[in-house]
């Protein structure tokens, strides 16, 4: 068997999709948001119109019954006051800009200040709150979405596409889009995810050479050969254990919310994280095409809403997000993520799960 770190996503018989339309939601601040459920047999997974949430995962027991791996609320209310951007799409920027401004071609762009001072994950009009059109498709759902220009500040009219495919056990997100003036692009989905325990069992797998070392607002300060760091992961390391160090990098956010990078990467889809469940015989390998991967142990979870009427607990779900590095548009090298007329963002993940 190949090592994690180089095996690619299991290519199953394809086994077609069945696509059912559920009872639309409603509020009154976006009007009424379509619900699609995509079952395979072996992933069963429900998407809202509103932020192209994926509000549950779940994937078939081998007795029949169905486990859902994603954390989701219960209403249309619950999701728009909530700030974690649970189980959504995340743009134009995900991760932060630094001072909500940076420069495109000589001219300073002035951004939401959503973080103050800051800009995250698309400011005050992210795409986690916006409605998107749904599509069935053959093997899933297309999601689309038109951002005007001036739309949190950001530049040009971007259209975007998003296409979820189910393939066996496998759950392929791919994301493109086209805008008419030069704008920084780095959308990618958010979804967070809890296999039935604690996540201080979980174990964590990452091969990326480096890790981007931030300050206590989330700002990139340096580098870090990954092994030279106590946040290796590259031996498979237990999350519990990363807590438990007493680690200024740790301290200062709470827990992980580091991103890990492929510097001078080519662009092809390779598996980069795997996160381990030992309890419940559960394995989620995430391949991208994308340089960085930032990894987010639910710091700040307390308070949001969850199913059943409920309230996550800090901790109590990791979020993995393929793209670009915080901040790219203000940092050194040639990866600024600046999306020009003419050419078109693309962005491809695959999230493999197996029963170990």
């Given at each position: ?41 072996q ?11 994926v ?35 995340v743009?134009?920027w ?12 000589g ?16 400011g ?47 759950w ?8 008419d ?75 992980l ?10 662009r092809?889809?390779?598996p ?5 469940a ?21 710091n ?6 969850a ?23 203000n ?5 600024k ?17 197996e029963?170990?």
């Amino acid at each position: 068997m190949l090592p994690s770190s180089t095996r690619k996503p299991v290519q199953e018989p394809v086994v077609s999709v069945s696509i059912t339309s559920l009872p639309a939601w409603e509020h009154y601040r976006v009007g009424l948001l379509p619900r699609y459920q995509l079952d395979n047999g072996q992933i069963r997974m429900e998407v809202l119109a509103l932020g192209g949430i994926v509000r549950k995962l779940e994937l078939k027991r081998d007795d029949g019954s169905w486990q859902n791996l994603v954390l989701g609320c219960d209403s249309a209310g619950d999701y728009l006051s909530q700030k974690a951007c649970l189980g959504s799409i995340v743009g134009r920027w995900a991760n932060r800009i630094a001072n909500s401004s940076c420069k495109v071609d000589g001219q300073t762009l002035e951004l939401d200040a959503n973080l103050y001072p800051h800009h995250l994950h698309g400011g005050l009009a992210g795409f986690h709150h916006r409605v998107f059109q749904l599509c069935p498709i053959e093997d899933g759902l297309q999601l689309k979405l038109t951002s005007a220009d001036g739309e949190a500040g950001f530049p040009g009219n971007l259209d975007v596409v998003v296409n979820y495919r189910l393939d066996g056990s496998n759950w392929k997100v791919e994301m493109a889009a086209e805008v008419d003036k030069p704008c920084p692009v780095n959308l990618t989905q958010h979804s967070y995810f809890n296999f039935g325990h604690a996540l201080t069992d979980y174990q964590l797998e990452c091969h990326a050479p480096y890790i981007v070392l931030t300050d206590n607002e989330g700002i990139p300060v340096t580098l870090e050969r990954s092994d030279k760091s106590p946040l290796n992961l590259s031996g498979n390391a237990r999350i519990g254990d990363l807590f438990e160090q007493p680690l200024e990098e740790i301290r200062q956010v709470g827990g992980l919310d580091h991103c890990y990078l492929w510097t001078n990467d080519d662009r092809q889809l390779k598996p980069r994280v795997t996160v381990t469940a030992p309890t419940t015989g559960l394995k989620m390998t995430l391949h991208s095409d994308q340089p960085g991967m930032q990894i987010y142990t639910g710091n700040h979870l307390g308070g949001t809403p969850a199913y059943e009427g409920r309230c996550y607990k800090h901790h109590q779900g990791i979020a993995l997000e393929p793209g670009l590095w915080p901040d790219a548009p203000n940092q050194p090298g040639d990866t600024k993520g600046i999306l020009r007329p003419g050419e078109r963002y693309q962005h491809t993940s695959v999230y493999q799960f197996e029963r170990i």
